[in-house]
């Protein structure tokens, strides 16, 4: 008998598939087709479990497809783009192409012992010419659709590091890198015209059925439907051109309580004032320099300055309200200006306490009497309420009780007939910005003309490739200091000119790489046959952290490739079911230096003993379980020794086996070897029946249980139910083991036992194939299927419970009459024992469920 040795079996089973072409995906109409994919990585240069689990899920659901008799598509890339490159360069003086080639390398040759099932011959990297010259072709067909614009915005800009920073890192107003403080400046950048889709995007949510429910709802609140007043207050005493200030509002039904009107500090009035009146100007100058997240601005202090104009209320215009520069108001929301109602709004009420202006209460919830609005503004989730009822107290819509919806559009609709204004419906969501001042991404395939304006470049011109002789040296992007890469001919007239030096966000490249695994070769984006065929991806795996951004942005872009031609109508939704999985967590291992700063350590580096763990040297080392593996913490589980140690089986099965997968599943070196022990014993069962003969009893009863573990696991797995999948073949191992059946019935259900293990454990399923002597490949084989028949129980097994606790079981044929099973009950010794001579009271027979003694 041999043992299981899997550093011998998985290199030689990995080549037998590559031999055999067995993951090659060609295009066949003759075979339905199923295309899984993994969210792809960033080349990093180290993959860790939490990759593993990600990967080995979508690789069980491609194996299983593909036994099943699907054409399967599961390929690989890798997301290469992007700060951590430009970083690396800086730090070592080396380059992003060279960093993030060899990081592809190192991943490559990590994931490959793992025998995913991917066709490796569709890998590419963003970071490909191939790829983002074809990225720069769908930009100029973007352009040419419209949905591609430029225009003034304002951003953050790092004046250290010279780059727009997203709003991510502003971190305390400075940036995360060079720890400068931000600005907030005016800068002209590209946008995709994202918000022109908002309401489709938002609708086609409900089409989404095998997406989670929390994905749908975080980008329902994201895109943010609202319905709303858009109108204007006139100003008294304003600059020319400035006579009305609009405004637009969710919450009309607060407008008697308006005690001012607030403008953001780069709104046109304000720009305005800033260049006579220096006060002006240095608030504005600081006001600038906050963050622009929803959460940074709740959180800094509300400051204003008072203009001194004013504004004339709509319905009472011997009312004028001033007009306040504030610095919680963005100019890419709304208007970039709105009324404060402090009694009703906690953002406006401080504001309004700071400045001293008045709180004057519109309404109070139902059955209270008007008071101080301090008394309830703190309370009143009940004014910005769908639901809550509520007695208007300074209203134009009477006294009636409404909630909060109805309340809304009664001031809609007396706004509207008094001529003030219009409802109307917006949208949360903004046009996507696109352009980044760096070098390490896409260039933007256009070139600057003094006399042509903003020439898109020729296609056949593409791709503009990024020139590899930079240094980074000196802070900014070098593409603005490459004069050779810079300054080109105008495509349309010839004459001197600039190319555009800021490159495209990563989102975009990660935004259709999807459609790309279709055709990666091909010299357009995508080649419509091949599209038609395999797309769309019938299965998404991926990080609850991109729900709302890179999935938003995906769907965007299939929408902009259907329309200029690139994708079928079917793909305008991209993805037809999602899943997202959990993390993997690892405790984390600290001790402390001199200053008590923690200091991390490996897994590898730390003993474990009675719960405690130590050091090489000794020292104990402080424990903080189930964390997040970060590289930052050092708690990252490094497969390579995992495979070295156990093999990729052993780590397979251990991530898809401990926990659902949509929880988190917290890595052990003890649950590690459990599983390693567990392979173990299921080759030596195997191998022992392959070399047994001869003859057996109970064949049916094995069988039978053969067909329910192939029904059991099949549902398991068709329901992204792993772990109960693995529990199924647990049992089913045990049955095996423990089974009487002759050796024929023994080798079909091994057989079995093979095949429903190859999907999560494939090494170890191809080499108990051999050792039964079967033909072909095991994960070239069909899936089993199950005997209906052989579901149908034939005996039950009651448990018998005397006085509430279980004392016997036994087993009785499923139509056993209720009198036969009473009888057979009593008659246990079990019962005997338990009932010790007195006669039962009462005897509950529950067919097919149990039987109840009270004695």
Known sequence: MTRYAPNEIEAKWQKAWDDAGL?????????????????????????????????????????????????????????????????????????????????????????????FSLDWERMFATCDPEYYGQQQALFLDFLEAGLVYRKNAVVNWDPVDMTVLANEQVIDGKGWRSGADVERRELTQWFFKISDMAGELLDALEGLENWPAKVRLMQENWIGRSRGLQFAFSTVDAPDGHDRIEVYTTRPDTLMGASFVGISPDHPLAKVLERDNPDIAAFCAE????????????????????????????????????VYIANFILMDYGTGAI?????????????????????????????????????????????????????????FAGEEIQTGTQAIETAIDFCEANGVGQGVTKYRLRDWGLSRQRYWGCPIPVVHCDSCGVVPEKKENLPVQLPDDVSFDVPGNPLDRHPTWRDVPCPNCGKPAQRETDTMDTFVDSSWYFARFTAPRADTPTVMEDAEYWMNVDQYIGGIEHAILHLLYSRFFARGMQITGHLPEKSKEPFNALFTQGMVTHAIFQTRDANGRPVYHYPEDVELRDGKGFLKDG??????????????????VDPMQIIESYGADTARWFVLSDSPPERDVE?????????????????????????????????????????????????????????????????????????KAGAAAKKQAAKALAQLMQ?????????????????????????????????????????????????????????????????????????????????????????????????
């Open 287 to 322: 006001a600038r320099k906050g963050g622009t997240t929803a959460e940074a601005i709740e959180k800094a202090e509300k400051l204003g300055f008072d203009t001194g104009i004013t504004c004339r209320h709509p319905f009472d215009t011997s009312l004028e309200l001033p």
């Open 667 to 739: 890595w052990t070196a003890a649950g590690a070897e459990a599983a390693f022990k567990h392979l173990g014993r299921v080759h030596r069962i195997v191998s022992e029946i392959a070399a047994s003969d001869g003859d057996g009893t109970g064949d049916e009863e094995l069988l039978r249980e053969m067909h329910k573990a192939i029904h059991d696991v099949t549902m398991g797995i068709e329901s992204f139910g792993f772990n109960a999948a693995i529990a199924r073949l647990y049992g089913f191992t045990n049955t095996l083991a423990k089974s």
């Open 23 to 115: 993951f090659k995906a060609v295009r066949d109409t003759s075979r339905p087709k199923y295309y899984v994919l993994e969210m792809f990585p960033y080349p990093s240069g180290r993959i860790h479990i939490g990759h593993v689990r990600n990967y080995t899920m979508g690789d069980v659901v491609a194996r299983f497809k593909a036994a099943n008799g699907f054409n399967v598509l599961h390929p690989m890339g890798f997301d290469a783009f992007g700060m951590p490159a430009e970083n690396a360069a800086m730090a070592s003086g080396g380059h992003p192409k060279e960093w993030t080639y060899n990081n592809i390398d190192d991943m490559v040759a990590q994931m490959k012992p793992m025998g």
């Open 339 to 395: 009324f404060g109602c402090p009694a009703h709004d906690e953002r406006d009420h401080e504001f309004a306490k700071k400045y001293g202006l008045p709180i004057k209460a519109v309404f109070v919830p139902e059955g209270e009497l008007p008071g101080d609005p301090d008394d309830f503004v703190q309370d009143a989730a009940l004014v910005a309420p769908k639901d809550v009822e509520a007695r208007y107290v300074l209203g």
């Open 619 to 636: 020292t104990e080392v402080e424990i903080i379980p189930s964390a997040k593996m970060s590289k930052s913490k050092n708690n990252v």
């Open 759 to 855: 999907p999560m454990t494939p090494h170890l399923s191809e080499d108990l194939w051999a050792a039964l002597g079967l033909e072909g490949l095991c994960a070239a084989a069909d899936w089993p299927k199950a005997d209906e028949a052989m579901l149908v129980d034939d005996v039950v097994t009651l448990p018998i419970q005397v006085n509430g606790k279980r004392r016997a079981e036994i087993d009785v044929p499923k139509d056993m009459d209720k009198a036969e099973v009473e009888k057979r009950a009593l008659a246990h010794d079990a019962v005997q024992r338990a009932l010790d001579g007195a006669a039962p009271k009462k005897v509950i027979v529950v067919p097919g469920r149990i039987v109840n003694v009270v004695a």
